[in-house]
């Protein structure tokens, strides 16, 4: 089964604060996804990636940064955090397929005070 | 606008009972729809997945259809445990492949109670 771990689990920060979300897949897949998560909301996608070095844009990339360093670990930056950002962050991996899976991290909660 | 909507939005129910959700949605192509729980705190666990124009899937209490021109699909619980009390959240793919996009909808939160 696809293991996704994400740190931290919890933070909190300041308004225009600096903020790195860490995700790392274990499992060798390809694509690997941030999305935030808002009460009454689906989960939106943020950023995606199809591997080392390639990123592209989701739905709501506005004031989020992403990085992916390793086919293992992607990265969601937070430069200038504002209280809007306020969300649950989840990563999330996937193999190309034809009806992929997405295998997802426990979350990150961020408060931006 | 939102192009996957569930109902209800929560539910309360005694364990033993049984229970069904609901899911309408607009998206176009559709070409899967997997059923997620998300226990509170945690992230989302895959329960099943309907490929076919009319389609039915079954997972132990859990029991899945899905009718592709009615773009509609339902996910009954059966004799619900306490350990069922999550969020349950239907997930429509526009595409087979990870290259297409997910259209989450905002869940529908189940409480079992003794």
């Known amino acids: 089964e696809a293991a996704v771990t994400q740190s931290p689990r919890n933070k909190v920060t300041v308004t225009g604060g600096n903020v790195t979300l860490s995700c790392r897949q274990t499992?060798?897949?390809?694509?690997m996804y941030w999305y935030r998560q808002d009460t009454g909301h689906g989960l939106r996608l943020i950023h995606y990636?199809?591997?080392?070095?390639?990123?592209q844009i989701g739905d709501v990339p506005d004031g989020y940064k992403a990085t992916r360093t390793t086919q293992e670990d992607f990265f969601l930056l937070l430069e200038l955090a504002s209280p809007s950002q306020t969300s649950l962050y989840f990563c999330?991996?996937?193999?190309?397929?034809?009806?992929?899976?997405?295998?997802f991290g426990p979350g990150t909660r961020l408060t931006v005070l | 606008k939102t192009q996957v909507e569930q109902s209800p939005q929560s539910l309360v129910v005694r364990q033993g009972e049984n229970c069904v959700l609901q899911?309408?949605?607009?998206?176009?192509?559709?070409?899967?729809l997997r059923w997620f729980k998300q226990d509170t705190g945690k992230g989302l666990v895959s329960l099943t997945v309907?490929?076919?124009?009319?389609d039915k899937t079954s997972n132990g209490r859990y029991s899945a259809t899905l009718d592709k021109d009615a773009k509609h699909s339902t996910l009954h619980i059966t004799a619900t445990l306490l350990d069922d009390t999550a969020t349950y959240i239907c997930?429509?793919?526009?595409?087979?492949?990870?290259?297409?996009?997910?259209?989450f909808g905002a869940g529908t939160q189940l409480i079992v109670i003794p």
């Open positions: 499992n060798s897949h390809n694509y």
């Open positions: 899911c309408n949605y607009s998206v176009t192509p559709d070409n899967h």
């Open positions: 997930v429509v793919g526009d595409r087979g492949s990870a290259l297409g996009r997910l259209h």
């Open positions: 309907l490929v076919d124009q009319k």
């Open positions: 999330a991996s996937s193999d190309v397929g034809q009806v992929s899976e997405q295998f």
């Open positions: 990636s199809y591997g080392a070095g390639n990123l």
